[in-house]
């Protein structure tokens, strides 16, 4: 009655392929958890500022125009691994 039993290594072999496939599983998990969030979402844009302001590369010269931001006075962008200058409001 004893082979009708399933061997120690079998039982092993099962226990550890249950193990695997749960660590998997876990993991995969963690990956699409890791995909579907990987920044924070943006307030909705009721909660956006309009804003209208203009900045200057201090390096290269570049100039851009900053319409939204979560506040009124955002920090300003890097250019050029810098801080931007802010140049004026622009109505
Ligand atoms: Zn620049």
Redesign the pocket.
């Given at each position: 009655m004893i082979a009708a039993l399933p061997s120690f290594g079998a039982t092993l072999w099962f226990l550890g392929g249950v193990v695997l496939f749960r660590f998997i599983w876990k993991v995969g998990l963690g990956m699409l958890r890791g995909m579907s969030s990987p920044l924070p979402a943006p307030p909705p844009t009721g909660e956006m500022r309009r804003i209208n302001v203009r900045y200057r590369?201090?390096?290269?010269?570049?100039e851009l125009r900053m319409v939204m931001a979560p506040d009124e006075d955002p920090p300003p962008p890097r250019?050029?691994l810098?801080d931007?200058d802010l140049v004026a409001p622009v109505d």
């Amino acid at each position: 009655m004893i082979a009708a039993l399933p061997s120690f290594g079998a039982t092993l072999w099962f226990l550890g392929g249950v193990v695997l496939f749960r660590f998997i599983w876990k993991v995969g998990l963690g990956m699409l958890r890791g995909m579907s969030s990987p920044l924070p979402a943006p307030p909705p844009t009721g909660e956006m500022r309009r804003i209208n302001v203009r900045y200057r590369c201090g390096v290269c010269g570049v100039e851009l125009r900053m319409v939204m931001a979560p506040d009124e006075d955002p920090p300003p962008p890097r250019h050029c691994l810098e801080d931007m200058d802010l140049v004026a409001p622009v109505d």
